[in-house]
């Protein structure tokens, strides 16, 4: 099934920018895309972005087109988020999520999940 | 967009009882030459990220109980947990995958009586 482990926990002051690790192991990291969901403080779910493993096709929400980059190394296996021009109310738990079937060519649904990774943005 | 609705927001019930939580999209999520509604759930325990339970409207994924189950089609879906069990407080999500981006429901949580 897969295991995604991200990078620690990070603060950040408004207006800087963060990256978010998520490595995988344990299944072909080609065939699967990735996704990137967040959650503020005591709130629901809410979806960022994605990326193709296989082809490096990416699409994110129009939310945060101008702000987010999905990125993906394949000799590591790991996948890459970064925030730009942090606010504080982009404090919230980011999560990557692997689709569930193989090569799709859009985000689906999310067979596995990272452990999370708290961002805290604060002057 | 599409807009994914829960109700309730929240749900108490006794041990042993069932649950029902629902979920409405704005349009409709199912597409009839392939036969499948592109709507997931997902069960969020506390301080734990989400654990996909279901997909594809109503297949279940490997590893989750069988008293989880799900239907619905078009624009309207539920999931159902028989004989409630105390590991099963926690806060489920619907979301769906059909067209545009990803999106979620509120959230319905759901607690012991």
């Known amino acids: 099934q897969g295991q995604l482990v991200q990078s620690g926990a990070e603060v950040k002051k408004p207006g800087a920018s963060v990256k978010v690790a998520c490595k995988a192991s344990?299944?072909?990291?080609?065939?699967?895309?990735i996704s990137w969901v967040r959650q503020a403080p005591g709130q629901g779910l809410e979806w960022m972005g994605w990326?193709?493993?296989?082809?490096?096709?990416?699409m994110s929400a129009q939310k945060f087109q101008d702000r987010v980059s999905v990125t993906a190394d394949k000799s590591t296996n790991t996948a890459y988020m970064e925030l730009r021009s942090l606010r504080s109310d982009d404090t919230a738990i980011y999560y990557c999520?692997?689709?569930?079937?193989?090569?799709?060519?859009?985000?689906?649904?999310?067979?596995?999940w990272g452990q999370g990774t708290l961002v805290t943005v604060s002057s | 967009d599409i807009v994914m609705t829960q109700s309730p927001d929240s749900l108490a019930v006794s041990l042993g009882e069932r649950a029902t939580i629902s979920c409405k999209s704005s349009?409709?999520?199912?597409?009839?030459?392939?036969?499948?509604?592109?709507l997931a759930w997902y069960q969020q325990r506390p301080g734990q990220p989400p654990r996909l339970l279901i997909y594809?409207?109503?297949t279940r994924e490997s590893g989750v109980p069988d008293r989880f189950s799900g239907s619905g089609s078009g624009t309207d879906f539920t999931v159902t947990i028989t004989s409630l069990q105390a590991e099963d407080v926690a806060v489920y999500y619907c979301?769906?995958?059909?067209?545009?981006?990803?999106?979620f429901g509120q959230g319905t949580k759901l607690e012991i009586k």
């Open positions: 999520a692997r689709d569930g079937r193989v090569r799709t060519d859009d985000p689906e649904y999310f067979q596995g």
């Open positions: 349009q409709s999520i199912s597409f009839s030459p392939n036969n499948k509604t592109y």
């Open positions: 979301q769906q995958y059909y067209s545009g981006p990803p999106s």
């Open positions: 344990g299944y072909i990291f080609t065939s699967h895309g």
């Open positions: 594809w409207a109503s």
């Open positions: 990326i193709s493993i296989y082809n490096g096709y990416t």
